[in-house]
């Protein structure tokens, strides 16, 4: 990674993360979402303790490390993707990434109440510019699903995904300020997900079947390798070049072009309200992000997910 340049680093950060949103949707039909999201990090989560067995990285931790782990993990890559791949199934993939412009917001009060860290008055600003923002972009679509569960049910997945996704970030924010290596963190943490997320799939009596669509094992390949590994060393090798200010610009842009590839691929078509609210949603997160460039908050990464997920003093910007 350190081989390419910075503009191309940026490039797979947010081609590929503004594309996870839509092949998830090729997930969702074929396999309940908790089979979808076990099998996707469970095989990213191998990977990545693969590559650091072959580095020769220590993978041994006491317990309360791996609890650590499981609780990162557990939040950020299990139940938060399922209610990610369950909101799809009900509204445009680029609707629940643009969603996660709120996460910045929910994950600076979340600091600030369970650890003191500080935040402005402009980083809230931001942050509520962006939940106006969001409210502006679902606003048609509640519209249209007068009288229909649809929309509701999608947005309701998408505020509880931020909101459990920010347990996970916050969580990772305290396994790096206790030195816990980064990518065993994220590899144990993956591995911890996927767990999670066979254990509710199992208690949900899910079939574990795998389908036989090439769509389907095509988009589970994606997820997996540059969704959720191949971006991750681009956006680390980004951050200790630039700084996570100046990396966090990621999470604007990726949102816009989940936007785009919903609007291409799965028939969305956004009005005059929607534009606003895109663009009230952007102002937001350049205002966080700018104060964020400054020292008051952190971000360090971490999918998008399958959108944005931004925690402060570590967050995440997570795809799809």
Partial sequence: MQRLKTWQLFAVCVLTWGTTWHAITYQIGHTAPEVGVALRFGLAGVLVLAFCALRGQALRFAPRDHAMFALQGSFMYGVSYICVYHAEQHVPSGLVAVGYSASPLVSGIGALLLFGVSVT??????????????????????????????????????????????VGSLTASRNRERRLPFWPALGYGMVYGALASALIA???????VLPAAASWWASLLYLSLAGSVLT????????????PGPTGTIGVMTPLLALVVSLLFEGYRPDWLTAGGVALAVLGNVLMLRRRSKGTVRAEPVEARRGTRVSTGSARTDVG
């Fill in 121 to 166: 008055r402009g980083f809230v600003l931001g942050g509520l510019l962006g939940l106006a923002g969001v409210a502006l972009i679902f606003w048609p679509e509640f519209a249209k699903a007068a009288g229909s569960e649809q929309t509701s049910l999608g947005a309701l997945f998408t505020v509880a995904s931020v909101l459990l996704s920010t």
């Fill in 202 to 208: 199992l208690a949900q009596g899910r079939s574990f």
């Fill in 232 to 243: 991750f060393a681009c956006f680390l090798t980004l951050q200790d070049r630039l700084g």
